[in-house]
């Protein structure tokens, strides 16, 4: 059963998938909840099970303990026959691009989302959400607006009380374990940049070409390296994105720390 107790210990702890020790981080919005019959009782299972087996705000998607998640609608782009998320495919392009300094194909992307992606495990790339609670659509708040929590009454004031405090407790963690990269990705609105730079610490600067339709930024401090990409959805092409790449891949280091 769903109470408001477990909603409010998702917003203030919850964080992802995978190992926050892992190098490289990918942090998005938040997670979508993909069920396409929009069932709650499956919602309900995935907020009882991360609730069940978080530790340090990370569900371990261990493909070694698969039988005990490949239920979940949330955990299926881990599984072994899984199709691309498209969510995701940029931001795996752009780390194996900058890990290996060769373009990967849709089957590496792929190969790299079902067998080690979220995997704490392996600990290799880390998925994490700046909000916390898994929705149908950015549309869609009707199962949350109905618990006793003043500040779920909407989408919008749910933003307005928890991102700025989920963006401080974010930089807090990156202080802690220092990623070697943190690859952040978000609407072609640039909306939520001011979070990526309030975790950042500091601006981050256009890194891409002029030309880009989209702006990407970049900066670094001593122990990590921030990327800022658009979602696939805004229509970023290859090209421009491993020209990003080429721009920053000297400033990178992942030697010595990705296997």
């Known amino acids: 059963m769903i109470t408001s107790e477990l909603i409010k210990n998702r917003i203030n702890n919850f964080w992802g998938y995978g190992n926050l020790k892992s190098p490289v981080w990918f942090i998005g919005i938040e997670e979508r909840f993909d069920d396409k019959k929009h069932d709650i009782k499956i919602l309900e299972k995935q907020l009882l099970y991360s609730d069940k087996y978080m530790k340090n705000g990370m569900v371990n998607a261990s493909r070694s303990n698969l039988s005990k998640w490949r239920h979940l609608p949330n ?18 392009s752009l780390y194996l691009y900058l890990k290996n300094n060769i373009r990967p194909d849709n089957n590496n992307i792929l190969s790299f989302q079902r067998d080690i992606l979220s995997d704490g495990d392996m600990n290799e790339a880390a998925t994490l959400e700046l909000s916390s609670l898994p929705a149908f659509s950015v549309k869609d708040w009707s199962f949350y607006n ?25 930089k807090k963690l990156v202080d802690i374990y220092k990623p070697k990269l943190v690859i952040f990705y978000s609407s072609n609105k640039n909306t939520h940049l001011p979070r990526w730079t309030e975790i950042v610490g500091e601006r981050l600067c256009i890194a891409s070409d002029k030309n880009n339709r989209l702006p990407m930024y970049f900066n670094k401090n001593k122990n990590t390296s921030f990327c800022v990409i658009p979602q696939p959805a805004a229509g970023v092409s290859y090209d421009e994105l491993y020209k990003y790449a080429d721009r920053i891949k000297s400033k990178i280091n992942l030697k010595n720390k990705i296997r």
């Open 146 to 170: 109905k618990y006793d929590i003043p500040e779920l009454k909407s989408r919008n004031i749910y933003q307005k009380h928890y991102l700025s405090k989920r963006a401080e407790s974010l």
């Open 75 to 92: 955990m299926e782009p881990f599984l072994p026959n899984a199709e691309l998320q498209k969510t995701w495919r940029l931001p795996i």
